[in-house]
């Protein structure tokens, strides 16, 4: 007999536990080593880990069918992982790895999904549009992988291919990419061709800001679109762009600071990585720049408080999942097994893990609602009409991925730098919503 926890509306049918799902080479092999340390106030948590999969009883274990699709063999489905393993972008991805090891690894110890352990082999895209496209070629035409779980600030290199190929698609979007390509899925959309929204500009706002200057990375295209949508959201909120400023490493933190002080805005925005802001930030601390708000998207990483300390005290940040400081048992869940299948992450409770986390979770609901002989296509189509989804509860409030197609995230959740810069706190309400706004 076999048992199964409904989730989001897709129930995940599995078989009896197997063993470890172990990640398979790439450009280049990572040794990530695995430390067993057993925390006894966790024990009860990681049991409760199959919730998000299937319970079963010690019956014989059905075999599954042979399917045609490549990647999918009776006893185990291959994915690709691609992701910038090197480049400028690398330290803001690296722990999304970390998440898809968790979630995959609790999926293959429930028994994995459709009686098949799911494996993956990765590339690294090496932070540029070039790499990203040849980092998929390889997967699809080497590997012969069914689907790629993707996380990367240069996805649009291989966007094209993948949806020419309908290779399914999870991750996270940070360009408009996700918005186009019926294949790939992300739990929300940052930025698309068409509007920014109020939100952000709303909440600066609301704190005196006047006056803006965002930093930028003029070789990103990424972090260029970025500062385009945040200095609508501003504009919308009658708060003046006076400028930008180039964050492209090595940062010359002295000049950079005096460039932000001498515009005179009281409101310093990032649309770059948490490590360059941190350095804009240290400079135009040290130029007394009259700042009144500091504004960054991807600030929430405790390792930024530890390499910048009290400098960073005060910055605000925005996240579109439930915040750690929510403390909701599926954070717990996801510590747990974090410990258990990532204990080389450190600390676990990191942005891009949680990512990484979601993005191998969506990835499973659509090998459930594939069928018992998944194809691509049934992958696609079943994940697209999923309705309700919430990652077990660590989004904000469910999404339905047909309705959700296409449009950007409107609803964030704030938090500030502690005064102490040693922790995170929640700036209510959470989470904040506003509206879309034209070009």
Aim: aromatic share 8%.
């Amino acid at each position: 007999m076999t048992s199964c926890a409904k989730l989001g509306g897709v129930s995940s049918v599995t078989v009896a536990a197997a063993g470890r799902r172990r990640p398979e080479g790439g450009l280049r092999r990572r040794v990530w080593g695995r430390r067993r340390r057993i925390v006894v106030g966790l024990l009860g948590l990681v049991v409760a880990l199959g919730a998000v999969g299937c319970r079963v009883s010690g019956d014989a274990r059905p075999a599954a069918p042979r399917c045609a699709e490549p990647g999918v063999t009776p006893d185990a489905v291959r994915l690709g992982l691609l992701y910038p393993d090197t480049g400028n972008a690398a330290s803001l991805f690296a722990p999304f790895r970390a998440g898809v090891d968790a979630r995959l690894g609790v999926a293959d110890e429930a028994g994995g999904v459709g009686g098949r352990q799911v494996h993956y082999t990765w590339r690294d895209d090496a932070s540029n549009p070039a790499g990203n496209e040849a980092g998929a070629r390889e997967l699809v035409q080497t590997d012969r992988v069914f689907g790629i779980i993707e996380s990367t600030s240069v996805a649009s290199g291989s966007a094209a291919y993948l949806h020419g190929g309908r290779i399914p698609v999870t991750g996270t979007s940070l360009e408009a990419a996700w918005t186009q390509n019926d294949n790939m899925f992300s739990y929300s959309n940052m930025i698309s061709d068409g509007p920014s929204v109020t939100t952000w500009g709303a909440f600066v706002a609301e704190r005196g800001g006047r006056n803006a200057i965002i930093a930028q990375s003029a070789f990103s295209a990424t972090s260029v679109t970025m500062a385009d949508k945040l200095a609508l959201s501003l504009q919308a909120a009658g708060i003046r762009v006076v400028g930008r400023v180039d964050a492209t490493g090595p940062i010359d933190i002295p000049g950079i600071g005096e460039k932000v002080r001498a515009s005179g805005a009281d409101v310093l925005v990032g649309a770059v990585t948490g490590a360059a802001f941190g350095q804009v930030v240290v400079g135009a601390r040290a130029a007394r720049a009259n700042l009144r708000v500091i504004l960054s998207p991807v600030s929430y990483d405790q390792r930024l408080l530890k390499v910048f300390g009290p400098v960073l005290a005060g910055l605000y940040t925005f996240v579109d999942y439930q915040p750690f400081e929510m403390g909701t048992p599926a954070h717990q869940r996801f510590l747990a097994a974090m410990l258990k299948y990532a204990p080389q992450m450190s600390p676990p409770a990191q942005q891009a893990a949680l990512s990484g986390w979601i993005s191998a979770d969506m990835f499973l609901r659509g090998l459930a609602a594939a069928g018992s002989c998944p194809s691509r296509e049934a992958f696609i189509r079943g994940l697209r009409g999923l309705k309700g989804y919430d990652a077990d509860g660590l989004l904000p409030a469910p999404i339905d991925f047909s309705s959700h197609f296409g449009q950007i995230n409107r609803c964030y959740t704030f938090l500030q730098v502690a005064a102490d810069a040693k922790h995170f706190e929640l700036v209510p309400p959470a989470p904040r919503c506003g509206d879309e706004i034209g070009q």
